[in-house]
């Protein structure tokens, strides 16, 4: 049996992904979109609607498991799925994801179900240029927003609109009420390089949907040892600016520096380490004002020999190709995106966090010993 297409469509942008969607529905014969409102949760239950380009062909509940709207989604997605599929009448199932839902989760649910009759091929997030630096500035947890997928998710919206924006190979542009300006376009192009930016009222969005999409690959680009980040840019008013460093940060230093350090931008990201910490990646993730940091594994330097057979390709060629004769793939790599950057500032802050001469000269089981900042973040006390 011929299997059955299936395209993600999300993001925080409401209008723009309705209008993604509809247009797909018109211009893909057999097309149906399927969408699960979380927004009555609390009620207990989650409301899903199947339609075509005429009408609703369906409507239907799904019961919250674990109090989590999202468990639900998922719970119901995949059999809905295959009844869509069953039907044999549907060439594509456009599953517009409600506002907070990430695409990374509903692509892996769909593509580690092991169905023979499903085709994940296509994951596209939506985007109103003129809303793109409001929604990523924006440090309201999404439960003030009437957004929330749980009754634990302490998610905000411009971290969750990042990743939204971040993941998906393909972005769908519509213009609402507010002409987006050369700087929206500017930081849009920056935050996300690789993205294949489409109009939504393009022929091109339809062969977007179906054009195929990996979700092992997408997972890499994600991944904070490997993630293709932006490089050096300006244009418009907006800048990218990336620091690298071959030396450990002095941990104290660089806790006392974090909230300028994460206000300086709209959108910061990338991998770090600590030197108290020397065998941990740290992965750097910021914006709204607001940062999460977190404990990514160890260094492939700090791997025996043997254990190097167990990570993936991708990220042992982004290791050589930074590898230090002393460090290996230690280093700092954070990218820095923002309307009106300074660059001057960011980097002697930057280098001012990190370990003297003296301090260096120490060595790491110097360091060791250093005041052990992070681990209020790292290692929080239950």
């Not at 542009?173 to 700087?183: F, K, P, Q, R, S």
Request: negative net charge; charged residues 20%; contains cysteine.
């Amino acid at each position: 049996m011929e299997q059955l297409s299936v395209a993600l469509v999300g993001g925080l942008h409401a209008d723009a992904r309705r209008a993604a969607v509809e247009r797909l529905l018109r211009t893909v014969p057999g097309s149906v979109a399927l969408h699960h409102d979380l927004a009555a949760a609390a009620d207990g239950t989650v409301r899903r609607t199947v339609r075509d380009a005429g009408g609703t062909l369906d409507t239907g509940e799904a019961p919250l498991v674990n109090d989590c709207a999202c468990c639900a989604l998922r719970e119901d997605l995949v059999p809905e799925l295959e009844r869509l599929a069953a039907g044999r009448t549907c060439r594509l199932a456009i599953v517009e994801l409600w506002d907070s839902v990430e695409p990374k989760a509903m692509a892996e649910v769909v593509a580690s179900c092991g169905s023979a009759n499903l085709a994940l091929t296509g994951v596209i997030t939506a985007v109103d240029p003129a809303l793109l630096l409001p929604y990523l500035s924006c440090g309201d947890d999404l439960a003030e927003a009437g957004l929330a997928a749980a009754a634990s998710d302490q998610r905000t919206v411009a971290d969750t609109w990042a990743r939204q924006l971040e993941y998906a190979p393909v972005l769908a542009l519509a213009c609402g009420e507010e002409a987006a300006d050369d700087a929206d376009h500017a930081l849009l192009a920056q935050l996300h390089p690789m993205a294949r930016r489409v109009a939504v009222d393009s022929v091109e969005l339809a062969a977007a949907a179906l054009a195929g999409f990996d979700v092992e690959a997408a997972a890499s680009r994600q991944h904070p040892a490997c993630a293709l980040l932006p490089q050096e840019a300006e244009a418009a008013g907006v800048g990218t600016f990336v620091w690298r460093g071959a030396r450990p940060f002095h941990p104290e230093r660089l806790y006392a520096a974090l909230e300028d350090l994460t206000c300086a931008a709209a959108r910061s990201r990338g991998r770090f380490w600590l030197a108290d910490r020397p065998d941990t990646l740290l992965s750097w993730d910021a914006a709204g004002g607001a940062l999460c940091v977190e404990n990514a594994g160890p260094w492939l330097a700090a791997l025996p020999d043997a254990a190097w057979e167990l990570v993936p390709p991708v990220r042992r060629a982004a290791a050589a190709l930074d590898w230090h004769p002393e460090h290996g793939d230690r280093g700092q790599y954070l990218t820095f995106t923002s309307p009106g950057l300074d660059r001057c500032g960011l980097r002697d802050l930057l280098a001012s966090c990190l370990l003297t001469d003296a301090e260096y000269a120490g060595g790491p089981a110097a360091w060791k010993g250093l005041s052990p900042a992070f681990d209020v973040l790292l290692d929080p006390v239950s």
